[in-house]
């Protein structure tokens, strides 16, 4: 159990780190002289552009000069920069002191100060070091977090499909740590870029004549249709296929080179992928389960992503044997589509009945695209595998991770009953579709902690409710947890060392019973921050800071990588903050720094 919750936060760091923008390791942007000797003869500052890729997919120091880059050995890698501008995107960052400061804001170019007048390329420098002690040498604004550092250290970048026209973009990552073959391979999906769910409301509501089916409403609220616009069926009316089309086509292309890259590196027919997804990308997740014949899977993990059902269960079926009629009838070079008999009627009601808005016309231009990297035997597993998908006999481990603002009790009770009616999860679009990949429909309605869904209580780590939505609160609430498992007694405790559905039950009490104590001020004496958990961690630093034992003692930490390790201590870290939750818990946990859970067992204890 233990094992398993860190699993998911280890999962949720592949999730969040699959967003960035890792095309840059090898590419570099393209320079052209005119545009900067323009952009300073008319006194508007040369944009940072980004010559710096390496080449290199694991680590986050250079071992080497590269002068051809403009690089030093001891500087940060470019793959630990595109995962720091990831991991820090709400971090501000100011490059000089006349500079007013900016957001990472997961753009890479942002670390890169220009100089304002001269165009030459010598004159842009990145600002970030890869530690703290070596910003006043290096001149630096920005250091890499403990995180970024954990991160590249263990996962290596074997393959990244940058942003396809669709939009759609995932990466293979080799887990270094991986204890068993089934473990190595992580395929991990990139998410809806909308930036907030206020926007995607937005598109929704504006273009309420293209929310004709529930499942109409998923693809609208998963991508956006600002988004939609801009795609290559934006001439067509509703795109459709097993999720956002054309990310679906998209993803089965991309899933040929995948395993023709697995094959090679593994020198077998047969391996096992690790699925991740959050929000899109933990749908696509899904749908790549639905294509994929379950001996190439080892596991799928989701955070607040959309399922499937509804209308949408039997459009996707409908739509499937249409696509496949409409094939068979090109194939023999039928007339019957041309004219108006008896099968076009037959199709075009098919066509109404998936998509009112669209015509028989637009499923053959689909079938057109579909016909190029689409095999019929592929059509026939995405039809039996959508058959079995609702079902709890699916042979790959599954684990779909929702956000809750209640915990939801254990006792079926009015209150139950109440709480899984009134909101099945505080992320409302982790709650689309009547079902997930591989869960019963009645986990839909009884909604709660089981070995395959895992509900974390997220309310009080985010200061607008609907932000729950995204890996934020999903990875403070799995840093949490995982910490607090480090600690002996917390680990042996019996709802700890069960089932995992009986310790996130447990988890999510505790979390709710300190929130209620920080913000009531019952727990604290200091003055608590409006988020329960950085209450509670600058309270530890605070007390340890403190004390003299602790200013003193100083800690080799050691990411993974050979022959690199830090000398930390608690001066050091400075300020607790918004953006360094998580590498306080790494720290804390190289100091072997734990907090006691205290429950009615142990006070019963106390007073015997």
Not at 211 to 225: E, F, K, M, T
Not at 307 to 324: H, Q
Not at 489 to 495: F, P, S, V
Request: aromatic share 12%.
């Amino acid at each position: 159990m233990k094992e398993q919750i860190t699993k998911i936060k280890d999962y949720a760091n592949v999730a969040d780190a699959s967003y960035a923008l890792l095309h840059y390791i090898e590419e570099n942007k393209e320079f052209k002289v005119r545009d900067d000797e323009w952009e300073v003869q008319h006194r508007t500052k040369p944009p940072a552009r980004w010559i710096y890729a390496d080449g290199i997919k694991r680590g986050y120091e250079l071992e080497k000069d590269y002068k051809e880059i403009y690089r030093k050995q001891g500087q940060p890698t470019a793959y630990a920069l595109a995962i720091e501008a990831r991991f820090a995107k709400d971090q501000f960052i100011k490059l000089d002191e006349n500079e007013e400061a900016k957001e990472i804001n997961n753009t890479i170019q942002n670390f890169i100060k220009r100089d304002k007048k001269t165009p030459a390329l010598e004159y842009q420098e990145i600002k970030v070091s890869t530690q703290k002690e070596k910003m006043p040498e290096e001149k630096t604004s920005h250091f890499l977090s403990y995180r970024t550092k954990a991160f590249v250290s263990r996962y290596e970048v074997l393959h990244h499909q940058k942003n396809t026209s669709s939009g759609y973009s995932a990466t293979l990552f080799l887990d270094t740590w991986a204890k068993n073959e089934g473990e190595k391979y992580i395929l991990a999906f990139r998410g809806t870029e909308s930036g907030s769910l206020k926007r995607i409301f937005q598109d929704m509501s504006s273009n309420k004549e293209l929310a004709v089916s529930s499942y109409n409403q998923l693809i609208l609220a998963v991508i956006g249709w600002e988004s939609l616009k801009e795609q290559e069926y934006s001439g067509l009316k509703n795109p459709l296929l097993l999720s956002a089309n054309p990310q679906s086509i998209s993803l089965i292309e991309h899933r040929e080179v995948i395993f023709d890259l697995l094959r090679k590196l593994t020198k077998k027919e047969e391996f096992k992928l690790n699925l991740i997804g959050h929000s899109l990308g933990g749908h696509l997740a899904q749908c790549f389960c639905i294509a994929t014949e379950d001996q190439y899977i080892s596991s799928l993990y989701t955070y607040n992503a959309p399922g499937f059902g509804g209308v949408g269960a039997s459009l996707i079926n409908v739509f499937i044997r249409t696509i496949r009629v409409i094939g068979r009838l090109r194939k023999k070079s039928s007339s019957k589509l041309e004219h108006q008999g008896f099968t076009r009627r037959i199709m075009e009601n098919c066509v109404a009945y998936c998509t009112p808005q669209e015509s028989l016309e637009d499923y053959i231009v689909y079938e057109e695209k579909l016909r190029e990297s689409v095999e019929e035997k592929d059509l026939e597993q995405c039809s039996k595998h959508l058959k079995e998908s609702s079902k709890d006999s699916v042979s790959i481990e599954i684990h779909h991770v929702d956000t809750i603002s209640e915990p939801i009790p254990l006792v079926d009770s009015f209150m139950r009953n109440w709480i899984q009616a009134k909101e099945a999860t505080s992320s409302v679009i982790s709650d689309l579709g009547l079902y997930k990949y591989g869960l019963p429909i009645k986990n839909k309605y009884d909604y709660t902690n089981t070995d395959k869904l895992h509900l974390l209580y997220v309310r009080g780590l985010q200061k607008f409710f609907y932000e729950s939505h995204f890996m934020k609160s999903i990875l403070q609430i799995t840093y949490f947890y995982d910490y607090l498992l480090k600690q002996k007694d917390n680990a042996n405790k019996q709802e700890l060392c069960g089932k995992i559905a009986n310790a996130l039950d447990y988890l999510n009490s505790y979390a709710q019973v300190l929130l209620t104590l920080i913000s009531g001020k019952k727990l604290l004496k200091r003055k608590s921050d409006k988020i329960y958990l950085l209450a509670y961690l600058q309270e530890i630093f605070y007390v340890l800071k403190k004390k003299k034992s602790y200013l003193e003692k100083k800690v080799e930490i050691s990411f993974g990588e050979q022959n690199l390790k830090e000398i930390i201590d608690i001066r050091d870290f400075g300020e607790i903050d918004t953006n360094n939750i998580y590498d306080a818990f790494m720290m804390l946990d190289a100091f072997k720094i734990y907090t006691k859970i205290i429950d009615k067992h142990d006070i019963e204890k106390m007073g015997e």
